[in-house]
């Protein structure tokens, strides 16, 4: 069975500190996918990677990094965090232009 | 940009009935779409791609169509069922990298 887990369910944080989200699957997917989900805006695409080492910018890159330092393993990095990042987090993976497999989410909140 | 839109945000149909969604994309044109559910709480799960070399692809009680000319895709779900009350989101796709547009979703309820 596949999957895609994330290391948190839920988090609480404060302003200011900086914030490491991880995403580890299991499929040998080539892409994996940093996204966050907020009423009424949808899923938006924050970083992409297409291989270990490799990044894309997405809609919403600001504020955010990233590191794939390994093929199975892709985190998000809030480097201070701020109260407009409380969001869902969720990661995907997927083979090169295939269907992506989401993992549960991380809920994060900033106070 | 790409801009891609579902035909509205919820949609309440009785059980039995087929429901129809909509996903309207312009500024694009994606080699495929694909269709996925979301539960609250939950990340998304694929249902179905369709490329654009097809007109229509089906899926037990799930048929998507794609219309290149009008750039949009119709997702049905026949005979529903309470149990598909959900949020289904479409994403056109098909760059090199492989990244894909979301829509912002139709929330469906089925009502027995």
């Known amino acids: 069975d596949v999957k895609v887990t994330q290391s948190s369910r839920y988090l609480v944080k404060r302003t200011g500190e900086k914030v490491f989200l991880e995403c580890v699957q299991d499929m040998d997917h080539e892409n994996m996918f940093w996204y966050r989900q907020d009423p009424g805006l949808g899923l938006r695409l924050i970083y992409f990677?297409?291989?270990?080492?490799?990044?894309e910018k997405g809609d919403i890159p600001e504020g955010y990094s990233v590191s794939r330092e390994k093929k199975e393993r892709f985190s998000l990095i809030l480097e201070s965090a701020s109260t407009n990042q409380t969001s869902m987090y969720l990661c995907?993976?997927?083979?090169?232009?295939?269907?992506?497999?989401f993992g549960p989410g991380t809920r994060l909140t900033v106070t | 940009s790409q801009k891609i839109e579902q035909n509205s945000e919820a949609l309440n149909i009785q059980e039995g009935k087929t429901a129809t969604l909509t996903c309207n994309y312009t500024?694009?044109?994606?080699?495929?779409l694909q269709w996925y559910r979301q539960d609250p709480g939950r990340g998304p799960v694929f249902l179905l791609l369709?490329?654009?070399?097809?007109k229509e692809k089906r899926k037990e009680r799930l048929k998507v169509t794609f219309d290149t000319t009008l750039k949009q895709s119709l997702f049905h779900i026949t005979a529903s069922q309470p149990a598909d009350s959900a949020t289904y989101l479409c994403a056109p796709g098909g760059s090199t990298l492989g990244r894909l547009y979301f829509g912002r979703g139709t929330q469906l309820t089925v009502w027995p």
């Open positions: 990677s297409y291989d270990v080492k490799m990044k």
């Open positions: 500024n694009y044109s994606p080699a495929y």
């Open positions: 369709i490329r654009e070399n097809e």
């Open positions: 995907a993976s997927s083979s090169v232009r295939d269907e992506q497999y």
